[in-house]
């Protein structure tokens, strides 16, 4: 079966370290590649910004409980599809599942352009944080939506 790796940084790492992999080395045989993560806290919830390396898609994981890791493969896709068909994108979930394969969480590769986008995108997710006050306030699947037409935008104009 395919696998992802999400590459996660330090500041997560310390949440989810039991479920972190030994085996890096391997590469993800996904068809999408590797992605990098960070952490974030609204209303004292635990969200996750994710990032893909190669299309530097970006995805939140709004409110990941550490009980939740055990199925973090299973919410990503979900949330990934679910955000692809926010965004008018018409896909099959099955192909997502088949494509994303297990998620492996791996510590961080230091991916300088990786991490670029995601403090971008943290910057703007700071200033939606101050907007909106509350967990129960944030439009997540709009504001991801937000993040990637801010990201496309950075790229057209290049």
């Excluded at 919830?45 to 299309?55: D, F, P, Q, V």
């Excluded at 896909?91 to 510590?107: A, Q, S, T």
């Amino acid at each position: 079966m395919n696998h992802s790796k999400i590459f996660i940084t330090k500041k997560l790492e310390k949440i989810v370290r039991e479920f972190v992999c030994e085996d890096v080395d391997s590469d993800s045989d996904s068809v999408l590649g590797d992605w990098s993560s960070t952490l974030f806290f609204v209303s004292n919830k635990k969200c996750w910004l994710l990032l893909n390396k190669a299309t530097k898609y970006a995805l939140i994981l709004p409110d990941v409980k550490k009980g939740d890791l055990k199925n973090i493969s299973t919410i990503f896709k979900k949330e990934f599809y679910e955000q692809l068909k926010y965004a008018g994108i018409k896909v099959r979930y099955e192909l997502i599942n088949k494509i994303i394969g297990d998620i492996r969480l791996c510590p961080t590769d230091n991916d300088k352009s990786a991490m670029g986008s995601i403090n971008n995108n943290m910057r703007a997710i700071k200033i939606w944080k101050s907007q909106y006050k509350t967990f129960d306030n944030m439009p997540f699947r709009e504001l991801n939506r937000r993040l990637n037409f801010l990201s496309n935008q950075l790229y057209v104009v290049k």
